[in-house]
């Protein structure tokens, strides 16, 4: 079970990136799937989230700027990020809690990092 994330890079303040995370491997279903990250000298933390039903929740700092959706069609999320600042300079890291394998385990499971880069 992988999930891979893209779409990071370098951008000025006030532009826009999107990012996506793809699941692959034997994945049943997703019950969640949220993005994070991780700023310079900073703790991780959570930027949205989106559960199966379509509801979602954003951390008040990208309320309004940033748009999380999901695919479903197959195990995928994406991250609209606009009016982008200096501040959501980070590592972004797509987050999934899965069903898995033949016996339906759920558990969480991370992609890799993408970088973003806001520059003033």
């Known amino acids: 079970v992988q999930l891979q994330a893209s779409g990071g890079g370098l951008v000025q303040a006030g532009g826009s990136l999107r990012l996506s995370c793809e699941g692959s491997?034997?994945?049943?279903?997703?019950?969640?799937m949220a993005w994070y990250r991780q700023g310079p000298g900073k703790e991780r933390e959570l930027v949205a989230r989106?559960?199966?039903?379509?509801?979602?929740s954003y951390a008040d700092s990208v309320k309004g700027r940033f748009t999380i959706s999901r695919s479903n069609t197959k195990i995928a999320t994406y991250l609209q990020m606009d009016s982008l600042k200096p501040e959501d300079t980070a590592v972004y890291y797509c987050?999934?809690?899965?069903?898995?394998?033949?016996?339906?385990?759920?558990?969480?499971?991370w992609g890799q990092g993408t970088q973003v880069t806001v520059s003033s």
């Open positions: 989106i559960f199966r039903s379509g509801f979602t």
């Open positions: 491997g034997n994945i049943f279903s997703d019950n969640s």
């Open positions: 987050q999934g809690n899965l069903r898995v394998g033949d016996k339906g385990f759920v558990g969480d499971y």
